[in-house]
């Protein structure tokens, strides 16, 4: 199967059906890197496919960025490439096999459980400015001014609040959109 008849099986699976804000073609953590697909629900999730076309050569590099936006990583991946997978991914992510015929469903074959490492800046890139603002009026948080770019505003987000409020805060404001996009600025205050 190619990649397109994988999201196809992907998009049919309850992983992606309930009922949280699906987004395809996500960029991550300054657009180093870009998830198939993500769920923002009452957690984010984020699918990286490989399909049989596909190698696992930027994997190494897709995980590093994953794992700091993501609560829950899966990889979906062609039956030819899931014993070199099973040694790369980390035993945090989940992962689905996917059956040589068209007609086959998606094989679940571990869980993801909850990755610990996120990044505050790295998911506060998700978020436009007057939302950084909102995060940071709502908790009292001073010191700030009005034309302050996204980075700094970003930086004192992660210096005063807890990682998991960051993500709570990050993720209303993100299934709150009526027309959702990202917040794209390429430059980062870190990890």
């Not at 050569?57 to 490439?81: G, M, P, T």
């Not at 807890?162 to 990890?191: F, K, N, P, Y």
Request: one cysteine or more.
């Amino acid at each position: 199967m190619n990649e397109s008849q994988i999201k196809e099986k992907l998009r049919q699976t309850t992983l992606l059906r309930s009922g949280g804000l699906v987004i395809e073609e996500l960029p991550i953590c300054g657009h180093a890197a870009r998830a198939d697909f993500a769920v923002i629900d009452m957690s984010i999730s984020g699918f990286e496919i490989k399909s049989e076309r596909d190698t696992l050569r930027r994997l190494e590099n897709q995980i590093l960025h994953y794992d700091k936006v993501f609560e829950y990583s899966w990889l979906v991946v062609a039956a030819q490439h899931f014993q070199e997978a099973k040694q790369i991914v980390p035993w945090h992510w989940g992962l689905m096999t996917v059956p040589g015929k068209k007609d086959l469903g998606l094989e679940i074959c571990r869980e993801p459980t909850r990755n610990a490492e996120i990044s505050s800046n790295a998911i506060l890139e998700f978020l436009w400015t007057n939302e950084l603002i909102e995060i940071l009026v709502e908790n009292n948080i001073n010191g700030f001014g009005q034309s302050w770019g996204r980075q700094k505003l970003r930086c004192l987000i992660a210096d005063e609040l807890e990682t998991i409020d960051v993500v709570e805060a990050t993720l209303s404001r993100m299934a709150a959109r009526r027309r959702w996009r990202v917040a794209s600025q390429r430059v980062s205050c870190g990890g």
